[in-house]
């Protein structure tokens, strides 16, 4: 059976008027029988290599297991628990809320430290799998020297701010950009102690012990020089110029 022109381009349009006008929504049923959204569903985000990549661009970091463990159990894990605790904030009874102890004040609590896990390590890995040349990133370069005087010394102060940091923590090169349009070098305890509001982090130097005690041991220094050595500055070089200039 053949239609006219005029009948498929009216069908084809109201097709498409459907389409536009019925988006699908994602709801479920909660334990009152009411519809609401289904919760955000957080994403492990994909590193700039495969994991088989990773063994041999990062050896001088860290060691070929720790590479994977490090990435599929460890920033995994940080990602797999946000998708829990927004699923449990569906339903939590609010009005619980205390003090010295809440499901939601946990939660929340617990929220905040994987979120800031998740996304460290996301900049840790972009910023890795370089051969350590300044000279790649000619805008984050000029940025550096105009604000520590040269690159050797804002290496040095980097180096300080990670050895400083508590068994667990983070060396960041962070943009204020909410407050004094500088470049700091910020070093965050565990995962969020220390942390600025408005802090861009252009770099996240990972210092928990099991980033590196797979291949150096204690030796913090080694493992925190053959990062820099590492660094890969197209990289952090296009996000300067995407979240800064």
């Known amino acids: 059976m053949s239609i006219s022109r005029r009948k ?16 699908k929504i994602n709801l479920f049923k909660n334990k009152k029988g009411e519809f609401k959204n289904m919760s955000y569903e957080w994403q492990f985000k994909k590193r700039p290599y495969s994991d088989e990549e990773a063994k041999s661009l990062l050896k001088d970091v860290i060691s070929p297991e720790t ?15 946000l998708n829990t605790i927004e699923k449990e904030l569906e339903n939590v009874d609010r009005s619980k809320a205390n003090g010295n102890y809440s499901q939601i004040g946990e939660l929340k609590r617990r929220f905040t430290w994987n979120h800031s896990g998740t996304l460290l390590h996301d900049i840790y890995w972009e910023v890795l799998g370089g051969d350590g040349n300044i000279n790649k990133g000619p805008d984050i370069k ?28 983070w060396a960041l090169l962070v943009y ?29 130097l990972d210092v928990f012990e ?8 204690p030796g913090r220094a080694k493992y925190i020089n053959n990062f820099i050595n590492n660094l890969h500055w197209e990289r952090i070089n296009d996000r300067f110029v995407k979240y800064v200039k």
């Open 210 to 217: 099991h980033a590196y005690y797979h291949k150096d041991g």
């Open 176 to 204: 204020d950009k909410l407050y004094s349009e500088r470049l700091l070098n910020i070093l965050v305890d565990e995962h969020q102690y220390g942390a600025i509001w408005g802090g861009i982090p252009l770099i996240s």
């Open 67 to 81: 590479s994977d463990w490090h990435y599929n159990t460890h920033h995994k894990g940080y990602v797999n628990a």
């Open 142 to 169: 000029a940025a550096i020297e105009k604000e520590f005087g040269s690159f050797e010394k804002w290496k040095e102060d980097f180096i300080a701010t990670a050895i400083s940091a508590k068994l667990s923590g």
């Open 8 to 23: 498929f381009l009216t069908i084809t349009a109201s097709g498409i008027a459907g389409l536009i006008i019925t988006p």
